[in-house]
Nanobody, 119 residues
Framework: QVEFVESGGGLVQPGGSVRLSCVAS????????MGWYRQAPGKEREAVAG????????YYAESVKGRFTISRDNAKNTVSLQMNNMKPEDTAVYYC????????????WGQGTQVTVSS
């Protein structure tokens, strides 16, 4: 059974930072790219960051380049997202999934973690 458990969200001021974590299970973690996605109210879910199975290549949406950093720990089946210099438009529920841009387990999303950027 595939499962994703996201954590680390909360309320952050503009310009602030937050770190998200996701623990994945139910598949061979280090066989897959991993990605972070987000869904803002009234908008479709979008991919924001991805990382190759070996951690050597990373990918970012233009809107977050230079501010977000994705990383992974294959020994712990964990993928993280460090978010710096946050903006109100980063407010969304953040999810992880296998794959980047196109989630592999599109029927098995976790509960996500809410990030709200506001003063």
């Amino acid at each position: 059974q595939v499962e994703f458990v996201e954590s680390g969200g909360g309320l952050v001021q503009p310009g602030g930072s937050v770190r998200l974590s996701c623990v994945a299970s139910g598949f061979i973690f280090d066989d897959y790219y991993m990605g972070w996605y987000r869904q803002a109210p009234g908008k479709e879910r979008e991919a924001v960051a991805g990382i190759k199975w070996n951690g050597l290549n990373t990918y970012y949406a233009e809107s977050v380049k230079g501010r977000f950093t994705i990383s992974r720990d294959n020994a712990k089946n964990t993928v993280s997202l460090q978010m710096n210099n946050m903006k109100p438009e980063d407010t969304a529920v953040y999810y992880c999934n296998a794959g980047y841009d196109r989630p592999v387990y599109d029927q098995d999303w976790g509960q996500g973690t809410q990030v709200t950027v506001s003063s």
